[in-house]
């Protein structure tokens, strides 16, 4: 169950009723009243999106956080999901006792407590936000003479967000410099400014998933059919990657290559790149001793579901199916040169 606010003609919602921050949110509008409880089910993209234009005009830090919480309804539901209900009294008290906190850090923490499992908000940037607990203990272990800390480090910088490998990004809770977003490296002594405030942060945050938002919704998915019975081959050059987006649909490109697990060749296959839609990258199957061999694999993975996570059908440590994806290319430039390059056509059906 969700809480919906009705904010003049927009709603919002809570994710739970002890999400007392979310309430502030009724002082950003006027004649403002709690409405009804509702499952999340009726809530529509229309009206989260309507909640999103009434708050783009309210500025200040709560205010952008909390566009982010219903940014994150329409970009990212599930990753949203993750994060924890409001800091409680106790645990600010006992931050401050530890720290002097500008405000905008109990501002934060108020908003959402950390998170309940990793999950990145930022479309392009992995680390999470920590909880009061998981930032105090963080700023104990890299303030602990005993432990091999790479300095330089301070006391008075508070890590908010990590990700997960020993780096984080600090504010800092003292001097000129207080309230600014400061970058810690586990493996390298340079310390960025990463933001100015966490107000910016937030922005960036904010900014991020609104284009996210604005991305037109993908087509809905065709079966698409292989047809490989008449494909004739003939010799060619090892492609650029330029040359490999010019490619028409049904264009087909391999050759053959050593399968490797940890840098060791294990099996013989094929490199492929299949040209499926005018403007989108190929698709790319490494697996199988010929190219019938791959095509025929690749049509057994892309008659399954599609993965929501990263575009693959299917991936593992040797056999990998790409869709329109940046990283398509990889192979071509940890290849060494192929000596026996092929191209041809194959005929592609709506299944």
Not at 226 to 237: F, G, R
Request: glycine share 6%; net charge positive; with cysteine.
């Amino acid at each position: 169950m969700f809480l919906v606010y009705h904010l003049g003609v927009v709603t919002l919602e809570a994710r739970n009723a002890a999400d007392f921050f979310t309430q502030k949110l009724i002082a950003l509008a006027q004649n403002s009243t709690l409405e009804y409880w509702a499952p999340r089910s009726r809530l529509t993209r229309a009206r989260v999106e309507g909640t999103l234009a009434a708050m783009a005009k309210t500025k200040g830090l709560p205010a952008t956080l909390a566009r982010i919480d219903a940014l994150l309804t329409v970009v990212s539901p599930n990753n949203g999901a993750t994060l924890s209900p409001p800091a409680k009294d106790a645990s600010i008290t006992r931050l401050k006792k530890a720290l002097p906190v500008p405000d905008e850090v109990v501002t934060l923490f108020h908003w959402h407590d950390g998170q309940k499992k990793p999950a990145q908000l930022h479309p392009e940037d992995n680390r999470v936000l920590l909880s009061v607990a998981g930032a105090l203990d963080a700023w104990k272990f890299l303030g602990d003479p005993s432990e091999e800390i790479l300095q330089p480090w301070s006391k008075s910088w508070l890590p908010l967000l990590s990700n997960g490998a020993g780096d984080y990004v600090c504010v800092e809770t003292a001097g000129k410099k207080r309230g600014q977003l400061v970058t810690y490296y586990h493996d390298d002594k340079t310390r960025p400014v990463a933001w100015p405030s966490l107000a910016a942060w937030a922005g960036d945050l904010a900014g991020a998933l609104e284009k996210a938002a604005k991305k037109p919704k993908p087509a809905a998915s065709v079966r698409v059919v292989i047809d490989a019975s008449q494909a004739k081959w003939k010799k060619s050059k090892r492609p650029r990657e330029a040359q490999l987006d010019k490619l028409a649909p049904g264009a087909v490109v391999w050759w053959p290559r050593m399968i490797t697990s940890n840098g060791v060749a294990f099996t013989p296959g094929a490199l492929l790149y299949l040209k499926v839609e005018k403007g989108e990258k190929p698709w790319r199957f490494a697996k199988g001793a010929d190219p019938a061999a791959a095509l025929a694999k690749l049509q057994s993975y892309l008659d399954g579901p599609r993965r929501p996570d990263d575009g693959n059908w299917k991936a593992d440590s040797h056999t990998v199916a790409f869709y329109a994806k940046e990283d398509c290319y990889d192979d071509l430039a940890d290849d060494p040169v192929p000596v026996d390059v092929h191209e041809g056509a194959v005929v592609l059906k709506g299944g």
